[in-house]
């Protein structure tokens, strides 16, 4: 059974920074491209980054390019998810999928 559980939300002030992990289990975690998607209130659900199953390639929707950093441990089945300079835009649930399982989420909440 697929497991995501991701943890390190928070409210955080504009410009400030959190980090964000997924727990993953259930299915060989090297061999998948991992993503991190969030769903804002009164707005669809949104693509935010991929990390390739090395983790040698990133990719980013363009409006956290710059301010976000995906990355993956292998050994340790997990995918963090670095984001800096926070605005009040990227407040959202946010989740790691992978194919078409999501985990429950974690909330980030940007305000001053």
């Known amino acids: 059974e697929v497991q995501l559980v991701e943890s390190g939300g928070g409210l955080v002030q504009p410009g400030g920074s959190l980090r964000l992990s997924c727990a993953a289990s259930?299915?060989?975690?090297?061999?998948?491209?991992m993503s991190w998607v969030r769903h804002a209130p009164g707005k669809g659900l949104e693509w935010v980054s991929t990390?390739?199953?090395?983790?040698?390639?990133?990719f980013y929707t363009d409006s956290v390019k710059g301010r976000f950093t995906i990355s993956r441990d292998n050994a340790k089945n997990t995918v963090d998810l670095q984001m800096d300079d926070l605005k009040p835009e990227d407040t959202a649930n946010y989740s790691c999928n992978i194919l078409q399982y999501w985990g429950q989420g974690t909330q980030v909440t940007v305000s001053s």
């Open positions: 990390i390739n199953p090395g983790g040698g390639s990133t």
């Open positions: 259930g299915f060989t975690f090297s061999n998948y491209y």
